[in-house]
């Protein structure tokens, strides 16, 4: 088993490498090589001049769909794929829907509109959900349906007015989902050349929004597109940090790092703990747990975990600023008295309190989105929600603008705005 050594005699124990807090990794996620930024701009452009030809010619040429195969499924088509689910699907992705809905419903409703009293008259906000969104589902390594609940679900309750996906190779029950979670339509196509038909409206309407995971193009492309669209942080490999205690369960943490690294062998699978004693405990339950692992699970998982890491923290407050320092997207307490290490981290995307908060859960939908910042963007950004759909739009209505008048031309003249405090003054005149 490649990572692994035997320490004892009929014992394996799966190895990963021991860091210390200065050896912590830079975040570096974001920071993309030149030729993937390259290509990208080269696909956006093409995209962007040649439409729905250009699109489908980069679809073609990427493996993404064959020639003559539909390019775009309108939701009587996805509704067709919902209508041909099976039962137990149906009511699963119901249930999944469900919980998103109500958590998303829940953050909207702690959103409220503002009206205050300012110096002669009343401010306020109000806000508002944009026309259009653009949902990102991937469709690479493994399909992901819950994706499409977790991108369209929240569009929806902002009060999105259209919903659109798109992805690579699209599986039956990703479109089903699509369609239940409210998408119009769906793209059937990846990368950058997809994030540019949703920014710039090839064969679909153009959206205002556009989230959701993916690989390095489609970071990228959201990265070029920003200001063009509106878009979340950008979304790399999946990151999973556990911070445990010698009382937390070493089986849970193995099984919990595994989950995470399946995923890609580029994910980031880590393990801040207070003992080598436990994390030689961890990793003997790696070895126990990963050969049942199905193909091409455990390769991938090997992979990724051999490029993980175990940091041995000397204190509590060590293992604190070590986890703080990573800032990772997934962030799992396995300590006694869960909820006071959360409230002294900020820099996580999202927090797992406890053994029975598993990262899983996260993903499939308990409620908040698993949509989340990774490679340090948790130091400035949250995961997907209801708030990515909507704007803050600000409003004054000055009925009496002698209180504000002198001191706005004033500081009008301080910048040289002449103009500006001519604006401010005619209203003595004209109150």
Known sequence: MDGNSLK??????????????????APSGRLFPPDVEEKAAKIISEVRKGG????????????????????????????????????????????????????????????SDLSMPIAGGRAGHRFIPVRRAGCYVPGGRYPLPSTALMTTVPAAVAGVEEVYCAGPKPDPVSLAAAYIGGAK??????????????????????CDVVVGPGGRFVASAKRQ???????????????????ADDQADPALAAADLIGQAEHDPEAFPALICRSEGFALQVEKALATA????????RSTALASLAKGWILVAADDASAKDCAERCAPEHLELLVASPEKWEKDISCAGAVFLGQGSAEVFGDYGAGPNHSLPTAGASRFAAGLSVLHFLKA???????????????????????????????????????
């Open 52 to 111: 729905v030809s250009a699109l489908r010619r980069w679809a073609e040429t990427l493996g993404e769909l064959s020639p003559g195969e539909e390019l775009y499924l309108d939701r009587g088509q996805l509704g067709a794929y919902w209508d041909s689910l099976d039962p137990t699907l149906k009511k699963l992705l119901e249930r999944v829907k469900e919980r998103i809905v109500n958590f998303a419903s829940a953050q909207r409703s702690c959103l």
């Open 185 to 206: 339509g769906f793209l059937r196509c990846g990368g950058a050349q997809a994030i540019a038909a949703l920014a710039f409206g090839v064969r679909l309407p153009g």
């Open 393 to 431: 739009r600000t409003w004054l209505k000055i009925d009496r603008p002698g209180m504000l008048a002198a001191d706005t031309a004033a500081f009008a003249r301080l910048e040289g705005l002449e103009g500006h405090a001519r604006a401010a003054e005619i209203r003595l005149q004209n109150p």
């Open 8 to 25: 004892n005699p009929g014992i394996p124990v799966f190895s990963m490498r021991r860091i210390c807090p200065e050896e912590i990794p």
């Open 290 to 297: 990963l050969p049942g692992l199905p193909e091409p699970n």
């Open 225 to 243: 597109l920003f200001g063009i669209v509106g878009t979340e942080a950008p979304a790399g490999p999946s990151e999973l940090l556990i911070l």
